[in-house]
Nanobody, 125 residues
């Protein structure tokens, strides 16, 4: 089992920045690629960003490319999502997820083995 806890969400003005953190406990954190998803009210959960177990490869949804940065520190069992130039359409609950494998960066929620409870990000216009 892997337990994931997100933090760092909140209310921010458009154009501002936030950094989300996801702290893992349980099994060895470095055994998993990590992904961030988000879900806005009335919409399906969507992929935001992913990072392989060693941080060697990252990928982003087109909607956040150039604005968001995913990173991880395995020694701290933590993955981060730095969100810059935030827009009202970024408003959502953000979830971190541990993938089923070292290299799995995927937009398919079924490729994820463990989920956090989410952190709400609200971007005011």
């Amino acid at each position: 089992q892997v337990q994931l806890v997100e933090s760092g969400g909140g209310l921010v003005q458009a154009g501002g920045s936030l950094r989300l953190s996801c702290a893992a406990s349980g099994r060895t954190f470095s055994n998993y690629a990590m992904n961030w998803f988000r879900q806005a009210p009335g919409k399906e959960r969507e992929f935001v960003a992913g990072i392989t177990w060693n941080g060697g490869r990252t990928d982003y949804a087109d909607s956040v490319k150039g604005r968001f940065i995913i990173s991880r520190v395995n020694a701290l069992n933590t993955v981060y999502l730095q969100m810059n130039s935030l827009r009202p359409e970024d408003t959502a609950v953000y979830y971190c997820a541990a993938a089923r494998g070292l290299w799995t960066i995927s937009a398919n929620t079924r490729d994820m083995g463990y989920w956090g409870n989410g952190s709400l990000v609200t971007v005011a216009s």
